[in-house]
Every structure is written in structure tokens, then in C-alpha cells.
């Protein structure tokens, strides 16, 4: 019988997707928009100027995917067109099917419907993902490659390991940032080393073959380590943005939790470190801050450990919420930056013009905002709630 918590994810993600749109200032909204962010011209977007450059021209699955159903559309609209809608199709199918796929997992790991359908309640509310392609996030393959990621998961705690080993080969041909999932394999799954070896190592040698035959170009490998260091608000504010408030919850969950969830295998204490330190590492060196979708990479090692404390301290949570305190205060502050949100964006506007990139850097400060109010109520139920309420120990619960 289908669930039919996957119905309303599907819903939500669908409103979601269009509200970035159509709110939230969405490259998809038109094909002058998508034009510019492939690098292409209105007239003729399949050019995907950009899907032909370095590194991007080794992330070709998805291109391939929206440009062969494009000409197989039936009707008679131009292909210009068959195209916008071929790519805006496909960014909402893997748009929702992240999200479905990731309750999937999370249910498979929590084995509680309610707590695993607040997990994607939870990777609904990041701005990854709420304004997934909104300037400078540029969601392009990205959804595609967290469906990868997470069905990867998936199979490995089934023991489907041929269908993990194929999710993992084709997932390099979406983005090299998925080669995370033999390093973790390698490291956390508890099968015989010559296994081991052979399903962590085949999608390496797959994607250094394809570099090999499709050949490289030389381009800035440190473009982004440069405009991290030139732009140090940027990267404090959109690092922060990348998870907000979840930020609070995933250091409190490792107080006092040492190594007592090591049977959580991918997920364990470990694991989380190693995901977070490779995924903000590379993206350091490598990738741009602002694209806070890079950073996002890691969601399944923020939130699973942030539902775990949740869990732990549902019934103070529920009471801290109730708070009429906490009522005020946040309704208050939420007003107040949404009734000040036109100064707040003609303020940045005349005090940094206009972006060069079509950055709404406005909207991003309010954002910004709204994201900090249940960050500050979450350091205060941490702080002085939860203390003054149990004597218990903050650690990770083993159940999973």
C-alpha cells in the first residue's frame, strides 16, 4: 500500500519547485534565464554552451538525458521549446524524487514513519533546497546526483551491492563529487576486503577512464579556493545558510555521544566527521561557498544526526515550542523582517548596486534572517532549556 506521507512529499516538493520559480527569483523561469545560465541564447538553449566547458563537460548524464527527450517530444512546438520544457521536467522528476528517495532511506534507518517524515520536512526547509535555483546556487545536475547518493545508500543496507555498484559506476558521469561513496564504503561497510576493495574501486577506475577518453583541458583548478579567501562575509554567511539552524542541532548531537553509535556504520560518528570534512574541504578548495548546493552534499550526514536528538528531547521540544515566549518571540521576529523586507533589499541594493551575475543579494540577506530566528531559539533550548529541564546527558540514540 503506497505510504501516503510519499503523496504529500511529492505535493510539497512540487510547490516547493515552483515557488522558486516563480517567488524566489528561479532560473527556470523562463527560457531567457535559462539561457543565461547555460550559457546558451534563447533562441537555440540545446547550444549548453556551458555543458561543453571544464569541468562541467564531464558532468554529461544529465545533459544527455534533457537534450534526447527534448527531440523525441511529440507536437508541434519549436525544439527551442520541446527543450525548456524537457529541462524543466526533468529538474522537477529529480527534484521530487530526492525527496521521496531520502524518506525512503531515513525510514529504512529510523524505522519511524513520523520521525523520518520530519527528516524530509527538514531537508525541505534548507535553503539548498528551497532556493535550489535561485542566483548563485546554480542547481543544475545536482538534484539528479543526491537521487544517485541516496539510492546508493539505500541499496548498500540492503546488501544490494551489484545494483549499489552500478549506482555508483553511473554516478561519476553526474558529478565527481559522488566518488564520496567508495571512500565511505571503503572505510565504514563491514563486508570481506576483497569485496570491499572491488566496489569502491571500480568507480574510481570508471571515472578516471572516462577522463581519459573524452580527454582534459587545462582550467583554474584553485578558481574557487580564490574567491572563497577574496570573500570572507560571502562564505560565512552562505556556509551558514547551507544547513542554518541545523548547524545547532548536529554539534549538540556529538556532546557527550564519544563513540557509542559505531554500530551506525555509514552513519556513524565517524562517518558524519569524515562526510562533513571531505564535502567542506573540497568545497573550500575547489568549489564556491555561495553555491551553497556543493556544501548540501552532506545532508544525509546533517540531518540523520539532528533527528536523533530531536528524537531524544521530543517531549521538551514540543513543551520549548508551546512556550508563549517562544511563540512571540519568533512570530515577532519573522514579521518583523518580512514587513522590512523591501528596506531590507533597497538597502543592499544601494549599498552594493546591482550583482554583474544577477544576484539578488536582498533576497539572500533576508533569507539570511529568517534562517538566523530558529537558529538563535535552537541555541537557547540547547543552552539554558534543555538543562534546566533533564540532568541526562545529550548522546545519540542507538536505535537505528
Known amino acids: 500500500m503506497l505510504d501516503y506521507r510519499l503523496i504529500i512529499i511529492a505535493v510539497l516538493s512540487t510547490v516547493l519547485f515552483f515557488l522558486n520559480q516563480y517567488a524566489f527569483e528561479g532560473y527556470i523561469k523562463n527560457k531567457e534565464r535559462l539561457a543565461s545560465e547555460l550559457q546558451s541564447t534563447s533562441m537555440n538553449l540545446s547550444e549548453w554552451e556551458l555543458s561543453n566547458k571544464p569541468p562541467f563537460k564531464y ?17 508541434s512546438a519549436t525544439s527551442n521549446q520541446k527543450f525548456y520544457w524537457s529541462y524543466l521536467f526533468f529538474s522537477w522528476l529529480f527534484f521530487i524524487s530526492t525527496s521521496c528517495m531520502f524518506y525512503l532511506l531515513l525510514l529504512k534507518l529510523v524505522q519511524f514513519r513520523s520521525l523520518a517524515f520530519l527528516g524530509v520536512l527538514l531537508h525541505l526547509s534548507m535553503a539548498p533546497i528551497v532556493f535550489a535555483f535561485t542566483l548563485p546556487v546554480h542547481t543544475r545536475e545536482d538534484q539528479l546526483g543526491f537521487l544517485f547518493l541516496l539510492s546508493a545508500i539505500y541499496f548498500l543496507y ?22 564520496l561513496l567508495p571512500f565511505l564504503l571503503l572505510l565504514f561497510a563491514k563486508i570481506p576486503l576483497p569485496r570491499k576493495l572491488f566496489l569502491s574501486g571500480l568507480p574510481l577506475v570508471v571515472w578516471l577512464v572516462y577522463r581519459w577518453l573524452i580527454g582534459t583541458e587545462p582550467y583554474d583548478f584553485w578558481l574557487g579556493l580564490k574567491w572563497n579567501l577574496s ?20 554539534i549538540f548531537s556529538f556532546k557527550g555521544a564519544h563513540d557509542q553509535n559505531e554500530d551506525l556504520g555509514l552513519f556513524s560518528g565517524k562517518a558524519v566527521f ?31 544526526p539532528c533527528l536523533r536528538i530531536i528524537r531524544k528531547y521530543q517531549k521538551l521540544w514540543l513543551k520549548f515550542l508551546k512556550n508563549k515566549y517562544v511563540l512571540i518571540g519568533s512570530i515577532t521576529l519573522i514579521l518583523g523582517v518580512s514587513a522590512s523586507s523591501t528596506f531590507i533589499s533597497d538597502t543592499i541594493r544601494n549599498t552594493l548596486g546591482d550583482s554583474q551575475y544577477g544576484v539578488p543579494y536582498g533576497l539572500w540577506v533576508i533569507a539570511f534572517l529568517l534562517y538566523l530566528i530558529p537558529t538563535i531559539f535552537s541555541i537557547i533550548f540547547y543552552f539554558f532549556y534543555q538543562p534546566k529541564y533533564t540532568n541526562e546527558p545529550i548522546e545519540a540514540i542507538k536505535n537505528y
Not at 544490494?160 to 553526474?174: E, M, P, S
Not at 570573500?231 to 548536529?250: C, E, I, K, R
Not at 567542506?280 to 545532508?299: D, H, K, M, P, Q
Open 59 to 75: 558532468r554529461m548524464l544529465f545533459p544527455l538525458i534533457v537534450k534526447n527527450v527534448s527531440r523525441v517530444i511529440p507536437g
Open 274 to 304: 569524515l562526510a562533513l570534512g571531505v564535502v567542506i574541504s573540497t568545497t573550500f578548495l575547489f568549489g564556491i561557498f555561495n553555491e551553497i548546493r556543493l556544501l548540501y552534499l552532506a545532508f544525509p550526514w546533517v540531518i540523520i
Open 158 to 179: 540492503d546488501k544490494k551491492y551489484i545494483l549499489y555498484l552500478v549506482i555508483a559506476c553511473v554516478g561519476v558521469f553526474v558529478r565527481e563529487t559522488l566518488l
Open 231 to 250: 570573500n570572507p562575509v560571502q562564505l560565512v554567511l552562505f556556509g551558514f545558510l547551507s544547513f542554518s539552524y541545523l548547524w545547532t542541532h548536529l
